[in-house]
């Protein structure tokens, strides 16, 4: 662009870029200039000087500023991060992807999520977003980490000046109601089955018992539930312990959960002690328990095995000492031992959130000695012990090997059951180890959930590819091609799905093995078709108020499972109007979810036939308007007819065959009359007159009338969890 500048004594002015350039003119008296300008005299400086017309205006080029959002981005950007720079998810950058890139390029973005992007690619995502690429310099590179920094390991076996005997840790196992909370009552003189509802152990049950017919040597033991639904909580009860016993009713002999409790077992590499209960019955049968344990490779001493068994009845008494003496003898040859000395090892059995005490577990101790103070590190959490106590929750000042303890001073978050947890130096590192391996689980996460995608894709893809060869034989399209942004269209199966009716629970348990156990119940659940179910929240500890308020918002139930319920909690539901149960029992909580699954599913409209009758004669009545209204003059044969129900019209075709029945009407009808009076329900042998909205319909005699009543008919939901 070029600006002359009029009357200019000795120069004219060339605007290139808003650089003013040197010509040589003549000099004029209307404006004052040097005789050469220099180069680099900015217009401004020129324009803002007088004459006599008037002054001159700037002239100039505005920059128009873009008003599409900014992605910063550089060559070779993982895909991770160009979804943060875009501000959207994975998920997202890769839905865009799949639908610009080619399909094998799409495949091996996501088969490989780490690997660079080229700069074609960055551009025509940004381009397809409507977006403004501003190119960055590339971070730097992440320092490499030195993993071992982070790693919490065992330590190597203590040296033999170091070792002290320890008292074994005894897992009772087997079927439920075999009587294994029973025996451990017997063991301890006390009446723990008193204390659980519906009679079944529903957490593990850790504590020390000192036995005075085996001189006041104590025994760890173990009390694992025995319902299916507990599976996880065995298993962790078998892999802490040093033996299992293995109860057997005599009258039941083996069932489901004890031939589970045996590969639990072996998995662990504990030996067992089977403990054949209820033999004081008189339906007992030992013989068939021991015949039906070899054909699980459990042999016993008898037979010329080296299993112990041994015939008791935990309700008497009955061969109790005989168990004792067999639980010390095997706990000799094992030659258990450890070292209260060095840093903290244990096991984490069981965890939950209780009102006083905040965030607990309980641990049995494996080496060391556990005291007020102690730092821990169990999984993706870490805590400073604030209190250690027993199961009679009389506090402790320190804790030693084989020792059931209840810890509480756990941040954050509850140590998950079966992991081990380690004493470290200070709680700096251990916040560092903990922060390390939630990025680890975070980067596994992802990296596996990237593979779901994938597969997903894939599989939306081959269904898209298939109707599209479909639709090819059938000559309604011209090619068979793909289409990469038909998967992300809405299919049926989406739009069906809207229509399913759903159930929202919140759901608070009292520990994490009975959270966990309805977890996996709840993940059995395979009646998607009837009635979605999805969970809320989930959690350890009572419900408060802020699951109150989230329920209230989505309209869902709040349950809880033996975890207890404040009364301010109970008026915040009511007034909230959110429904609010509480059960003690694994099976009746599973039985009222089915209820209120049923409660969801739309019954089905069914048509029952109520009433039949004949049409003896057909006339029309004036009704005030042009048209006269037919009439059908009906003799009820049989039942009732209501005039709210539906009313068919049928005439006969010129065979007798139901298929050549004509229907003329099937709907409701307008009103109903017997002697001149308007009624609402005529029954058999009546005579009555019936006039519908259709005024062109023509009745003829021997017209059959069937009156049907619509019932709704409630439907029961198709899941049936395992062991309910």
């Known amino acids: 662009m070029t600006c002359v500048l009029p009357s200019c004594s000795s120069t004219v002015l060339t605007l290139t870029k808003f650089v003013l350039k040197r010509i040589p003119l003549k000099t004029s008296r209307h404006f004052s200039c040097s005789p050469f300008l220099q180069k680099d005299h900015k217009l401004t400086e020129i324009l803002n000087k007088k004459n006599k017309r008037g002054k001159l205006q700037p002239v100039g080029i505005k920059k128009i500023e873009s008003k599409k959002p900014v992605a910063n981005v550089f060559d070779g950007i993982c895909l991770e991060r160009f979804a943060a720079s875009i501000g959207k998810d994975i998920d997202f950058l890769i839905d865009v992807i799949t639908q610009i890139a080619s399909e094998n390029k799409a495949d091996a973005i996501i088969s490989n999520p780490e690997a660079p992007l080229d700069r074609e690619l960055i551009l025509d995502v940004i381009s397809y977003l409507k977006m403004r690429p501003v190119w960055v310099p590339p ?16 330590q190597p076996p203590p040296p ?61 033991f173990l009390d694992t539930p025995g319902h299916s639904a507990f599976k996880a909580m065995r298993q962790r009860g078998a892999q802490a312990t040093d033996l299992v016993v293995l109860v057997v009713a005599a009258d039941d002999s083996v069932m489901e959960q004890t031939v589970e409790a045996i590969k639990y077992a072996r998995e662990a590499g504990v030996p067992i002690i089977v403990a054949v209960n209820k033999c004081d019955k008189p339906t007992a049968n030992p013989e068939q328990v021991l015949n039906d344990l070899l054909k699980h490779d459990i042999i016993p001493e008898q037979f010329g095995g080296d299993t112990q068994v041994v015939n008791i009845s935990a309700l008497t008494g009955q061969g109790i000492e005989n168990l004792l003496e067999a639980i010390l003898l095997q706990s000799e040859i094992m030659h258990l031992c450890s070292t209260p000395k060095g840093l903290v090892e244990a096991t984490i059995v069981e965890s939950t959130n209780l009102p006083d005490l905040g965030l ?6 494996n080496r060391g000695t556990l005291k007020k103070g102690t730092i821990l590190v169990a999984g993706t959490c870490y ?3 604030r209190t250690l106590s027993n199961e009679f929750d009389k506090f402790l000042d320190e804790a030693g090997p084989s020792t059931p303890v209840r810890i509480s001073g756990w941040k954050d978050e509850l140590p998950p059951p079966g992991e081990l947890a380690f004493e470290v130096a200070n709680l700096s590192k251990a916040k560092k180890i903990v922060e390390f391996r939630r990025q680890k689980k975070m980067d596994t996460m992802f990296v596996e959930d990237l593979k779901i995608i994938a597969k997903r ?56 093995g009975a959270l966990e156990a309805l977890k996996n119940v709840l993940s059995t659940y395979n009646a998607k078709d009837q009635v979605r179910l999805k969970i809320a929240n989930a959690g350890v500890g009572p ?15 709040a349950l809880s499972f033996n975890a207890p319920i404040h009364q301010y909690i109970r008026d915040v539901a009511k007034r909230k109007g959110v429904p609010l149960e ?15 699954l049923t409660q969801k599913i739309t019954p089905i409209i069914e048509r029952r036939l109520v009433g039949s009758g004949t049409v003896i004669r057909a006339y029309k009545l004036k009704d005030g308007q042009k048209k006269k209204q037919p009439v059908a003059g009906i003799k009820v044969d049989w039942g009732k007819m209501d005039r ?57 005699e021997d017209d059959r009338v069937e009156v049907f009543e619509e019932v709704q008919v409630p439907q029961q939901i198709n899941w049936n969890p395992p062991g309910f």
Request: hydrophobic fraction near 40%.
């Open 139 to 154: 971070p730097p590179k992440e320092e490499i980490i030195d993993e071992s920094e982070f790693q919490l390991y065992p």
């Open 457 to 512: 894709k894939e599989k939306a893809r081959e269904k898209y590819r298939q109707q599209r060869f479909e639709l090819f034989k059938q000559g309604i399209i011209a090619r068979a091609g793909h289409s990469p942004d038909a998967y992300t269209k809405p299919n049926l199966e989406e739009i069906v799905a809207l229509e399913i009716p759903s159930l929202t629970i919140i759901l608070r348990c009292d520990v994490d």
């Open 160 to 220: 033999p000046t170091d070792l002290e005997k320890r008292a074994p840790i005894v897992a009772i196992m087997g079927h439920v109601d075999h009587g294994k909370t029973t025996l451990l009552d017997s063991l301890r003189r006390s009446n723990i089955v008193a204390q659980e509802f519906g009679g079944i152990t529903q957490h593990i049950g850790a504590f020390s018992v000192k036995l005075p017919s085996i001189g006041n040597l104590p025994v760890t």
């Open 543 to 557: 419900l408060t108020e802020k699951d109150l308020e989230l329920a209230a918002d989505i309209g869902a139930y």
């Open 582 to 596: 509480e059960f003690h029992v694994i099976y009746k909580l599973v039985d009222r979810l089915k209820e209120l």
């Open 360 to 365: 607990v577990c309980t641990a049995i101790i």
């Open 644 to 700: 709210k129900f539906i009313w068919r019209f049928v005439r006969s075709g010129n065979t007798m065959s139901e298929e050549d029945n004509i229907t003329l009407y099937e709907g409701t009808i307008n009103s109903m009359e017997c002697e001149g009076q308007a009624i609402n329900q005529a029954t058999t042998d009546m005579q009555i007159g019936v006039a519908i909205t259709d005024k062109n319909l023509t009745y003829k």
């Open 383 to 385: 805590g400073q012990v």
